[in-house]
């Protein structure tokens, strides 16, 4: 617990940032690249399923953006805690594996929430639509979960 600890405090003094601050960058820089990917394959999702489907919010590209970019920084932080928690921070010791372990998270995320909550939620509770396998959903996961651990690993590291 003690080297936990140390190793928490050396990072703080070096850069002054927490691991969840670094996680909540890197979710917004992979929430940025992966809406971009939304926006130009499948811009109905970000518009409409993502607000309205969703949260029952009114059908319109910001507030779609607005909460991607919200799921995006909270499931950075969610990164940040496997790391932390789960005792990896010391074997990801470069940007590549931090890099590689989020792209296996990323893929974890769409495996998940959007092959399967999401269209559960959105439908209602029907499993009619579950699983939802689409490659621009899985893609646009992969680029969130890559871009995360490289932000995280230079920021928080």
């Given at each position: 617990m003690s080297t936990e600890q140390g190793t928490a405090r050396r990072r703080q003094e070096q850069h002054g940032i927490e691991p969840w601050q670094a996680g909540v960058v890197g979710g917004l820089l992979g929430g940025l690249l992966f809406g971009v990917i939304m926006s130009i394959q499948t811009p109905t999702v970000l518009e409409t399923a993502i607000p309205s489907g969703l949260y029952g919010l009114p059908e319109s590209s910001l507030v779609g953006w607005m909460v991607h970019m919200s799921h995006g920084a909270i499931l950075?932080?969610?990164?940040?805690?496997?790391?932390?928690?789960?005792?990896?921070?010391?074997?990801?010791?470069?940007?590549?594996?931090?890099?590689?372990?989020?792209?296996v998270y990323g893929l974890f995320l769409w495996g998940l929430l959007a092959a399967v909550v999401m269209p559960f939620w959105v439908s209602g509770g029907s499993t009619a639509g579950v699983p939802n396998?689409?490659?621009?959903?899985?893609?646009?996961?992969?680029?969130?979960?890559?871009?995360?651990?490289?932000?995280?690993?230079?920021?928080?590291?």
């Open positions: 950075g932080v969610g990164f940040a805690v496997v790391v932390e928690l789960g005792g990896l921070d010391d074997t990801l010791d470069t940007n590549l594996k931090h890099g590689g372990a989020a792209f396998i689409a490659t621009e959903s899985i893609v646009g996961h992969m680029v969130y979960g890559t871009s995360l651990g490289v932000a995280y690993s230079v920021l928080a590291d």
